[in-house]
């Protein structure tokens, strides 16, 4: 290989405090091309910044805009082998062209027309689905059929068989988040196709999927259970509880024991109820609820983040980047930017009265490497 080949970029223009330039370091600048050597005096300044500086940037996008555009898709492309999900990714405006919300997280809108399977396949990327709204559709884990309505959280660890069905006559659209980019990255990844068409049995819709029925019972853990994902066994987080619990934050807040994160902002984490600890290995999932008028301290933290408001209106702040938000609009927060929001007044009869934001991060990754670290202006 020659320096044609793969040319080393050498960057002492810009680099401060360089030596002056003679003809005899240009001529070593050009041995070190030649060898495909970088010297570290003329890069530290880019390969080690003061704080992070994400490729990514702020950006939202509108869930109106993104319906809209899977509802043609759901007219326009069929979903089978070859291209598996008609699942539109969201694609950073700073990682150039790559369908990649953040440089370590993958997140589309997911469309399934009435009676359509979306067929069984299974990878090593972690995954999860959250529903902002619709029901009908279920996905079918290790022969589990598990209902998707609104506001249910539905992690899936890597290398598990899946598939979805709509048993309706309406279409559905959701979220997936998946750690694509990280696997990508790390090249580490593998990918199986599975049955072209699922068990009549798996099309039986329960009430309650086998997961649920186990591992759905707060602190009681199944003695039976055995064989355990790297993810969390439950399946399927249920939005009355993960309402409920908010609520009962802010009851207890205004009962003055405290209870939330910060006045009028209660947060919780979903967990894997084998271990206590995040659902999946490479991603930590969250919901928050700010109650109207509140606002939430600017925090900044290394990762990144995704964001998909579920209910109410808002404000959302993210670095130099505000954006007035609503149901279903989707936003990142890029690795050290400074995130805060502020809960305002909605413009529907069905809001909450309350700013509620589904949010999932890497945090797991970094918390891993000893590399979390998170700054908080009060």
């Excluded at 990649?100 to 990327?125: K, N, V």
Aim: aromatic fraction near 10%; charged fraction near 20%.
């Amino acid at each position: 290989m020659t320096s044609t080949d793969n040319p080393v970029r050498l960057h002492p223009a810009v680099a401060p405090n360089q030596p002056d330039v003679t003809p005899a370091l240009e001529a070593l600048y050009r041995g070190f091309e030649s060898e495909l050597l970088v010297p570290l005096w003329t890069e530290i300044g880019d390969l080690m910044p003061a704080h992070p500086r994400s490729r990514a940037v702020p950006h939202l996008w509108k869930w109106s805009n993104l319906v809209r555009l899977a509802e043609q898709a759901g007219d326009l492309v069929p979903v089978g082998r070859g291209g598996e999900r008609r699942a539109i990714a969201l694609a950073n405006p700073g990682l150039g062209g790559r369908p990649f919300a953040t440089p370590t997280l993958w997140a589309a809108i997911q469309y399934l027309m009435p009676g359509e399977d979306a067929p069984e396949h299974r990878h090593t990327q972690h995954a999860f689905r959250f529903v902002v709204e619709g029901s009908g559709v279920w996905t079918v884990v290790g022969g589990d059929a598990i209902p998707m309505n609104r506001g249910d959280f539905l992690p899936q660890a890597g290398w598990n068989w899946h598939a979805h069905h709509n048993a309706t006559d309406k279409p559905m659209a959701w979220i997936d988040g998946l750690d694509i980019p990280f696997q990508y990255q790390s090249e580490v990844q593998f990918f199986e196709f599975g049955r072209d068409s699922i068990s009549d049995p798996e099309r039986i819709t329960p009430e309650r999927s086998r997961s649920e029925r186990l591992w759905g019972h707060a602190g009681l853990r199944p003695l039976s259970a055995t064989t355990l994902t790297p993810g969390s066994p439950l399946l399927s987080y249920k939005w009355e509880f993960t309402d409920r619990a908010l609520n009962d934050q802010l009851a207890i807040e205004a009962e003055g024991f405290g209870g939330t994160v910060e006045p009028g902002h209660a947060a919780v984490r979903y967990t894997n109820p084998h271990t206590g600890g995040d659902v999946l290995p490479t991603m930590r999932t969250e919901f928050h609820r700010v109650v109207r008028g509140a606002e939430t301290a600017p925090v900044k933290q290394t990762g990144s983040c995704v964001y998909q408001v579920f209910d109410g209106s808002g404000t959302a702040t993210v670095g130099d980047r505000s954006w007035t938000v609503s149901r279903g609009d989707l936003f990142v927060v890029p690795s050290w930017q400074p995130f805060s929001v502020k809960s305002q007044a909605g413009t529907t009869d069905s809001d909450s009265g309350a700013l509620d934001l589904f949010c999932f991060s890497d945090a797991p990754i970094f918390e891993a490497l000893q590399l979390d670290h998170m700054e908080v202006t009060r």
